[in-house]
């Protein structure tokens, strides 16, 4: 392993304060590791959440409320600052405002290694849907960070096409409606999680490829390409070429289909991207040379799955270790 995640949210449960961060990047430095951080200031959502409970704001519409750009921002640069200070690379999960979007630009534009990762989500559902007035499909949208207003949405667009943020992905974690309904008097005891592996790939040629947001060799990048050699398992991911692994994916650009609960293989009960009609799909899926997916059949068997180890960061990381060493404070020699 390559990586390790820490959680800058959910105070009193698993969230990392500026000492864990401080020790755990200067030990994955000397291992080789890459950090990856869920940026969002947990004490200050903590506060929120309170003073909206307290107001009587308990539905799925304070989730956002207590979560503004601004908390998710912060993070995002108090861990970029102490990365910096560390000499640390850092990779941020699930960017989801502009606000972030530009710490991650002016960090890179300095010569800080961070990299940005987006959620087919956020580039493409606006918080409004935390205003439903059916609670079960409000809270089946409360993940974190939530749902922003649009014009976040450019910003995301953006920064993928320009490479300052370099991979999509979907944080797929997935609450029944059962499990949901647990907060349904508490919006702070409703599971933070949403379904969306399975139509992420559609959804981002949609939304990106056919607006022309996204050059169809873009899309390969921040879907493959960029996070097989972000996390060191290039080439055998990431590329098509003697050696690699034969994980590859025949795509219709001209295929349509409207994403529906009814017509998922998850069976979880809800889908975010409810009622959307995408084109482009995919018509065949091969997993290590074998047939696992063919116009709508998944072949897919028990056990097939494969651990694929990382290797650590060695030639990438020995260079910024002697680079802070190089720039590392050096006693003054005083007479006696």
């Known amino acids: 392993m390559n990586s390790f995640k820490h959680f ?3 105070k009193n449960a698993i969230m990392a304060d500026d000492e ?3 020790n755990s990047f200067t030990r994955a430095l000397e ?4 950090p990856t951080v869920h940026a969002e200031n947990g004490e200050l959502v ?3 959440q309170k003073k909206l409970m307290d107001a009587g704001i308990t539905g799925p519409e304070a989730h956002p409320l207590s979560r503004p750009p601004a908390v998710e921002a912060e993070a995002a640069e108090r861990a970029i600052r ?3 200070v560390l000499g640390t690379p850092l990779y941020i999960v699930h960017v989801s405002c502009e606000d972030s979007v530009n710490a991650i630009i002016r960090a890179r534009s300095h010569g800080q290694r961070v990299y940005g990762e987006a959620l087919a989500g956020h580039l493409t559902i606006d918080e409004s849907v935390y205003r439903n007035p059916d609670w079960n499909v409000a809270a089946a949208h409360v ?3 939530p749902f922003r207003a649009k014009h976040h949405q450019d910003a995301l667009w953006g920064a993928l096409a320009a490479g300052h943020l370099h991979t999509t992905a979907t944080d797929h974690c997935a609450f029944c409606g059962e499990q949901k309904g647990v907060g349904k008097d508490d919006f702070t005891k409703i599971p933070n999680g949403c379904a969306g592996v399975e139509d992420r790939m559609s959804v981002l040629w949609d939304a990106g490829v056919n607006t022309g947001r996204l050059t169809p060799n873009e899309f390969v990048r921040v879907t493959s390409t960029n996070c097989a050699q972000i996390f060191n398992i290039y080439p055998r991911k990431g590329a098509i070429q003697a050696g690699s692994d034969a994980d590859l994916v025949v795509w219709d650009p ?3 289909k409207t994403i529906t609960t009814a017509g998922s293989v998850s069976k979880v009960g809800y889908n975010v991207f409810e009622g959307r009609k995408v084109s482009g799909l995919a018509k065949v899926t091969v997993s290590r040379g074998k047939i696992v997916w063919m116009d709508g059949d998944l072949r897919t068997e028990k056990g097939a799955g494969k651990y694929v180890k990382r290797p650590a960061f060695t030639p990438m990381f020995g260079a910024l270790k002697r680079q ?3 720039h590392a404070p050096q006693p003054v020699k005083r007479a006696a």
Do not use: K
């Not at 291992?31 to 890459?34: E, F, R």
């Open 46 to 48: 903590f506060q929120m």
């Open 20 to 22: 864990v961060l401080v």
């Open 8 to 10: 800058m949210a959910y």
């Open 324 to 326: 802070a060493e190089l």
């Open 254 to 256: 001209n295929a349509t």
């Open 31 to 34: 291992l080789g590791a890459l």
């Open 143 to 145: 993940m974190s960070p």
């Open 82 to 84: 102490i990365a910096e």
